[in-house]
C-alpha cells in the first residue's frame, strides 16, 4: 500500500521473499519444472507466487526485481508496454550450497561520486513524505482505521513531501543517512553463555529511534519498554 505511493519508473532495484505471481511465464517455465516437478499445479492455475506484488510491478516498473523462497535459480524478463518500452528483469537465485547457482554479479548504473567522505547513502525524499503520510494509518490495534481513497492520499504525501523539500533546502545533509550503529545486544560468541531460558526483554533500535525522530512521527509498533529495564553492555 505504501510503496504503490511512490512515482512509477523511479526505482532501480526491488527485493521480495516470494516471487511476484506469474513471473514464470515471463522466463523458461520447462526448465523451472524440470527442477522442482512438485510446482507444476500452481504453474498451470497461476498460483505460484505472491498475489499482490503483480500490481505493484506493474506501477514501479522496476529495473530488476530480486526474490527468494523456491530456492533454484530463475530469469525472467516483464515487459510493460507503454512508450519507452520499460521492462522489469527478474532474478531468483538457489541456496547458498556447494554446486548450486546462488550467485549472480548484475551491474547497475553507475553512482556519482560522493564528496570528501566517498558514497554515502541518502534517505529517498519520496519515500520519507510516504512514511509521514501514511502514518496517522499504522495502528497497533486488531482493526486500524479506515484507508483513506487514493486521491486523497496522493494529497497528503504531496503536502509532506514540500515539508521534506524545506527540511533540505534549510540542511544539506537532512537526507543523508547517518553512520550511527549502536549496540542494542551483545553478539553471539560461539562456546560462550549458554542461551537464556527465556526470551530476552525487547529493546528498541536506537538507529530506528533516530529516524523517526527525524522525520517527527512515532516509533512503528513500539507501545513502550518495561520500566527498569536497559540495554546490557555490549
Known amino acids: 500500500w505504501k510503496l504503490m ?5 523511479q526505482i532501480d532495484v526491488v527485493l521480495s521473499h516470494d516471487w511476484p505471481r506469474g513471473v514464470h511465464r515471463h522466463g523458461n517455465e520447462r ?8 510446482l507444476e499445479k500452481e504453474v498451470q492455475t497461476n498460483t505460484l507466487g505472491n498475489p499482490h506484488t503483480p500490481a505493484l510491478m506493474s506501477h514501479l516498473q522496476p529495473s530488476y526485481w530480486f526474490s527468494a523462497h523456491l530456492h533454484t535459480k530463475f530469469a525472467a524478463v516483464v515487459p510493460h508496454g507503454g512508450p519507452g518500452g520499460r521492462r522489469t528483469k527478474f532474478l531468483s537465485l538457489d541456496k547458498c550450497l556447494p554446486q548450486r547457482d546462488f550467485l549472480q554479479v548484475v551491474s547497475l548504473p553507475d553512482v556519482p561520486p560522493g564528496g570528501p567522505g566517498g558514497v554515502r547513502l541518502e534517505y529517498d525524499a519520496e519515500w520519507l513524505a510516504v512514511l509521514r503520510a501514511t502514518q496517522p494509518f499504522l495502528s497497533l490495534d486488531r482493526r486500524g482505521p479506515p484507508l483513506p481513497p487514493p486521491a486523497s492520499l496522493h494529497a497528503r504525501v504531496e503536502e509532506e513531501l514540500a515539508w521534506v523539500r524545506e527540511k533540505v533546502a ?34 528498541p533500535s536506537p538507529q530506528t529511534k533516530a529516524f523517526t525522530d527525524k522525520i517527527g512521527v ?17
Open 5 to 9: 505511493q511512490l512515482t512509477r519508473g
Open 31 to 38: 526448465n523451472l519444472l524440470s527442477k522442482k516437478r512438485f
Open 170 to 203: 534549510g540542511d544539506a545533509d537532512f537526507l543523508l543517512v547517518p553512520e550511527n550503529f549502536e549496540h542494542t545486544l551483545p553478539p553471539h560468541k560461539p562456546g560462550g553463555a549458554r542461551l537464556p531460558a527465556q526470551q530476552p526483554a525487547f529493546f
Open 218 to 234: 512515532p516509533m512503528p509498533h513500539v507501545r513502550g519498554v518495561p520500566s527498569g529495564h536497559a540495554p546490557p553492555p555490549p
